[in-house]
């Protein structure tokens, strides 16, 4: 399905370096979920399924951002939400009980294993999703005064 008029909120300038952001943490989130699903499942579950979910996470906000549109920019607000939530929950729940968590997720300690590029990507996702909107459905300006009506001449 095309993207509707408007184009992606990731086709210039700082849309296009959180796509770039985003993709990576896709691409680098769902292999390193992938190697610890298949060899080391039994090691860490919640935490390699964290991460998994975590890549999809980004996946779907990549794609929202690059489709654009009204229902490109709903997924990405979504998507980038819902990651903004896991990271903090996440985040608070590694660093209160160490012992659930026996491996790191990519959301730990609020991507502390990432230079917390995790806790930091959705606010600025959510700042450019909420800038690109406000732009494109600027406030409409009340519809200019009609003059008052004259009097008649005596």
Same mark, same amino acid.
């Given at each position: 399905m095309?993207?509707?008029?408007?184009g992606?909120l990731?086709?210039?300038?700082?849309g296009?370096?959180?796509?770039a952001?985003?993709?990576?943490?896709a691409l680098?989130?769902g292999s390193?979920?992938?190697?610890?699903?298949?060899?080391?499942?039994?090691?860490?579950?919640?935490?390699?399924?964290l991460?998994?979910?975590?890549?999809?996470?980004?996946?779907?906000a990549?794609v929202?951002?690059?489709?654009?549109?009204?229902?490109?920019?709903?997924?990405a607000l979504?998507?980038?939400?819902?990651?903004?939530?896991?990271?903090?929950?996440?985040?608070?729940?590694?660093?209160a009980?160490p012992?659930?968590?026996?491996?790191?997720?990519?959301?730990?300690a609020?991507g502390?294993?990432?230079?917390?590029?995790?806790?930091?990507?959705?606010v600025l996702?959510?700042?450019l999703?909420?800038?690109?909107?406000?732009?494109?459905? /600027? !406030? =409409? $300006? &009340? %519809? +200019?005064k009609?003059? /008052? !009506? =004259? $009097? &008649? %001449? +005596?």
């Amino acid at each position: 399905m095309p993207a509707e008029t408007g184009g992606g909120l990731g086709t210039s300038g700082p849309g296009r370096v959180l796509v770039a952001v985003y993709g990576t943490f896709a691409l680098a989130a769902g292999s390193r979920a992938a190697v610890q699903l298949a060899t080391r499942f039994d090691e860490a579950p919640v935490a390699y399924l964290l991460s998994a979910f975590a890549a999809a996470v980004y996946v779907v906000a990549t794609v929202g951002l690059v489709r654009g549109g009204t229902a490109g920019r709903r997924t990405a607000l979504a998507a980038i939400t819902v990651e903004l939530v896991g990271v903090l929950v996440v985040g608070t729940l590694s660093l209160a009980d160490p012992a659930a968590f026996p491996d790191e997720t990519v959301w730990s300690a609020y991507g502390r294993g990432y230079y917390f590029v995790p806790l930091v990507l959705p606010v600025l996702g959510l700042l450019l999703l909420r800038r690109r909107t406000a732009a494109q459905n /600027p !406030p =409409k $300006s &009340p %519809p +200019p005064k009609s003059p /008052p !009506p =004259k $009097s &008649p %001449p +005596p």
